[in-house]
């Protein structure tokens, strides 16, 4: 079984028309890096772009950056660069400010454009921060959340027409990596009459997403995690040019006004996507998002999801063949169109298994209370990193390494 699934995994990686773009990033020697889901590698355009904003662009050219070196620019050029890859023509997408606050007020945005409508719709699977904001907007504008599972919301949306004003759901789920199909969801919103908005964090960069073909309304999404853009990198958010207008969000920063250096003591919203900036953005961040983002030019987002689907395809061939009987579950759906680009596995000692595991360079990552996760991003990883994973965390398990103290303490991030 093993020397089959070696084999296979060299014939693969063999034929891997990305098998290039590895060397893109600085991924430390004898690791396997499977969390690229919760914080991406480091690519190999950052640490110089990075220094040269300190050193020269901040060091030398001091305040005349902005304009020298184009930094007021920078949230726009780097959210086209975004909207390349997840289906969005320019002038659509902006990045700068956190995922939270992009989602926050493009919610409530989006909200506002349904006035008399009461009901906002959200899956009581998503990211706790989407439920939490949900709430929070809910609130203020004295709308219904109503939680519903991304597979029954259609029909919720059928038969609450005219009173749903926004469906807010993620393509993937970020526990599982089940993929919902993001076209039929916005169709159905749309159907009701109802704005869509998606939550990208798990989606971009890693497959592509069709934000214009599809029709969406508004999306948020993260730089840290496929995009590779860094900790705490910026996150960005789309606003359909057709919505742009009537874009009426509450975090009404001199960064989005028409004339944000006239200073005017009352605020005009610019009349673009620059409307959607707020304030003045963490500028290392952004230029190591951008750089990171390079890593993706000459890339076909085609390409990455075949590959991406053939390593997480390859994981489940492998976990079936060698953890058979180990006490583990599969919880992440086998047919390829319902699989995003990670693979989750349920066992009672999750927690201890990932940390055991880490302690032989192979990282993932867990969800309570008992899920594994393994992201797989295509442009650095590949079939033979997927079978060391499996055969590590094979020898883990029966050797009962994990039983020891030291795995059974849990730090605050897990």
Same mark, same amino acid.
């Given at each position: 079984?093993?020397?089959?699934?070696?084999?296979?995994?060299?014939?693969?990686?063999?034929?891997?028309?990305?098998?290039?773009?590895?060397?893109?990033?600085?991924?430390?020697?004898?690791?396997?890096?499977?969390?690229?889901?919760?914080?991406?590698?480091?690519?190999?355009?950052?640490?110089?772009?990075?220094?040269?904003?300190?050193?020269?662009?901040?060091?030398?050219?001091?305040?005349?950056?902005?304009?020298?070196?184009?930094?007021?620019?920078?949230?726009?050029?780097?959210?086209?660069?975004?909207?390349?890859?997840?289906?969005?023509?320019?002038?659509?997408?902006?990045?700068?400010?956190?995922?939270?606050?992009?989602?926050?007020?493009?919610?409530?945005?989006?909200? $506002?454009?349904?006035?008399?409508?009461?009901?906002?719709?959200?899956?009581?699977?998503?990211?706790?921060?989407?439920?939490?904001?949900?709430?929070?907007?809910?609130?203020?504008?004295?709308?219904?959340?109503? $939680?519903?599972?991304?597979?029954?919301?259609?029909?919720?949306?059928?038969?609450?027409?005219?009173?749903?004003?926004?469906?807010?759901?993620?393509?993937?789920?970020?526990?599982?990596?089940?993929?919902?199909?993001?076209?039929?969801?916005?169709?159905?919103?749309?159907?009701?009459?109802?704005?869509?908005?998606?939550?990208? +964090?798990?989606?971009?960069?890693?497959?592509?997403?069709?934000?214009?073909?599809?029709?969406?309304?508004?999306?948020?999404? +993260?730089?840290?995690?496929?995009?590779?853009?860094?900790?705490?990198?910026?996150?960005?958010?789309?606003?359909?040019?057709?919505?742009?207008?009537?874009?009426?969000?509450?975090?009404?920063?001199?960064?989005?006004?028409?004339?944000?250096?006239?200073?005017?003591?009352?605020?005009?919203?610019?009349?673009?996507?620059?409307?959607?900036?707020?304030?003045?953005?963490?500028?290392?961040?952004?230029?190591?998002?951008?750089?990171?983002?390079?890593?993706?030019?000459?890339?076909?987002?085609?390409?990455?999801?075949?590959? &991406?689907?053939?390593?997480?395809?390859?994981?489940?061939? +492998?976990?079936?063949?060698?953890?058979?009987?180990?006490?583990?579950?599969?919880?992440?759906?086998?047919?390829?169109? $319902?699989?995003?680009?990670?693979?989750?596995?349920?066992?009672?000692?999750?927690?201890?298994?990932?940390?055991?595991?880490?302690?032989?360079?192979?990282?993932?990552?867990?969800?309570?209370?008992?899920?594994?996760?393994?992201?797989?991003?295509?442009?650095?990883?590949?079939?033979?990193?997927?079978?060391?994973?499996?055969?590590?965390?094979?020898?883990?398990?029966?050797? &009962?390494?994990?039983?020891?103290?030291?795995?059974?303490?849990?730090?605050?991030?897990?």
């Amino acid at each position: 079984m093993l020397t089959d699934l070696t084999t296979r995994a060299a014939a693969l990686d063999a034929a891997d028309p990305l098998a290039s773009v590895r060397d893109r990033f600085l991924l430390p020697e004898g690791v396997v890096y499977l969390d690229g889901n919760s914080l991406g590698a480091l690519p190999a355009a950052v640490p110089a772009a990075v220094e040269d904003a300190v050193h020269r662009q901040w060091g030398t050219d001091l305040i005349r950056s902005w304009n020298g070196n184009g930094w007021w620019e920078a949230p726009v050029r780097t959210g086209d660069a975004v909207g390349r890859l997840v289906g969005a023509a320019p002038g659509q997408v902006v990045a700068g400010d956190s995922t939270s606050v992009q989602l926050f007020n493009t919610l409530l945005a989006a909200a $506002r454009l349904r006035p008399g409508r009461r009901l906002l719709l959200t899956d009581p699977d998503h990211f706790p921060t989407d439920q939490y904001i949900a709430d929070s907007v809910g609130r203020l504008l004295g709308l219904d959340v109503r $939680r519903v599972p991304a597979r029954d919301a259609a029909a919720v949306l059928a038969a609450e027409a005219g009173n749903v004003a926004v469906a807010a759901y993620a393509p993937v789920d970020y526990r599982t990596g089940e993929l919902h199909d993001m076209v039929a969801l916005t169709a159905a919103a749309h159907a009701a009459g109802a704005l869509m908005h998606w939550d990208l +964090c798990h989606a971009a960069g890693a497959l592509p997403v069709e934000l214009d073909a599809v029709e969406a309304d508004f999306a948020v999404g +993260c730089g840290y995690k496929y995009l590779s853009g860094g900790p705490g990198a910026p996150a960005f958010a789309y606003v359909a040019h057709r919505h742009q207008e009537a874009f009426d969000h509450p975090l009404t920063g001199w960064h989005g006004h028409a004339e944000p250096f006239a200073m005017a003591g009352t605020y005009t919203p610019a009349a673009d996507i620059t409307r959607a900036r707020i304030g003045t953005p963490a500028l290392l961040s952004l230029i190591a998002l951008e750089a990171a983002l390079t890593a993706f030019d000459g890339v076909a987002m085609a390409d990455v999801r075949k590959k &991406g689907l053939s390593l997480t395809g390859f994981f489940q061939e +492998c976990a079936d063949g060698l953890l058979d009987g180990l006490g583990f579950t599969p919880a992440t759906p086998r047919e390829p169109e $319902r699989r995003g680009s990670q693979v989750a596995l349920r066992h009672p000692e999750a927690y201890p298994l990932v940390a055991a595991l880490t302690a032989r360079g192979v990282i993932g990552d867990m969800r309570a209370p008992d899920l594994l996760r393994f992201g797989f991003n295509a442009l650095y990883v590949s079939h033979a990193d997927v079978l060391r994973a499996v055969v590590e965390l094979r020898d883990v398990v029966t050797s &009962g390494v994990h039983l020891s103290p030291a795995f059974q303490r849990r730090p605050t991030v897990t």
